[in-house]
């Protein structure tokens, strides 16, 4: 029996993307085990919305894509977001600079205490 | 002009007539034999994006898009091709092969697209690397094999979030040994996906790792 272990590996993965419809073939042995695996079914008939005309006058549909995520769920994850992003710190609200500038005075006191002590 | 008196053309010939398309006097030459090529590979180009964009897991009228937007960018640039580059005589799959890189390359960077014109339209020409296709020795897989390497595939990539699973697929739409992503590209996935490029580095990684690991559970047995 055939075994996946000589087939797909870490090395050939790409080519194995290729093959299988993840990624457009790019050379034959792809474009063969492609063509393999979707074959042209009898009769098949696909109503494909590509237009010349729209083509050859340079007015191609364009994509109005669906945002992968909606913006109730962008909304949601961004709460969650470091307020630290992008390392601009002159973005972060004042609430947040004040914390920080607490802790670090906190810090250097605790730190300060330590070596009195010693 | 009809272009059904070019329907019967060589695809050579036709690449020629297309070639003149800047020439006023054969424009109109230009444009029946680009429509014939069109007819030629139409169903073939159509049918690879609307698989594809299905596997990245849009919908198939992204397929459609896909493959309309390739055919545009050929014939607004038809000189890039170079057939003598092909270094095979099977001119028909050099096209096509020339047309699915360029349908790869929309599909990946297509998510800027929605709200802006995307900064590779027009101007730079698109990198083909053109198949050898006479040296070419491999195996032919049983279809059994093709269908078990692909549900491999599908599982490992279905255990990705989509952040993960764009991040995997277009490095590996774009990336070549050694050679790192262009620099546009970087910044719309940063943009599009809210991620900065450190954090679009580790989804690599975790995705890459990821699919190490399912590759080693599931992948040999």
Redesign the interface.
Known sequence: M????E????EN??E??S???????????E????N???P?LENEV?D?????E???S?N??????K???DNDD?ASIRQYKMVA??GKSDQLPPNIMDKIKKNEAKKNNDASDKKEEN | MDWKQYEHTSTEDLLTYISWKDQDAYKEDAKAAYTSLFFRFKEDIGKKARIVAINWGYDKDVGDVIAEQAFERFWSRPYTFEAEKCKTSDLDKCVLFYIYRIAQRLLADYKKTADKPSPYTGEEEVQVDYPDLENMDYPKEKLKDIRKAYEVLAGALARLTEKHKVVYLTYHAYEKKGLKLPRPLLKALREELELTQNTIRVYKKEAKEEIKTYLKLYGNK
């Open positions: 055939a075994t996946n272990k087939i797909i590996n870490m993965i790409t194995w993307l093959s299988t419809g993840f990624l457009f073939p790019s050379n034959e042995m474009l063969e085990r492609f393999k695996l979707y042209d696909i494909y919305n590509i237009d010349i729209r083509i050859l340079g191609t549909r364009s994509l109005t894509i945002p992968m995520f962008i992003r992008f």
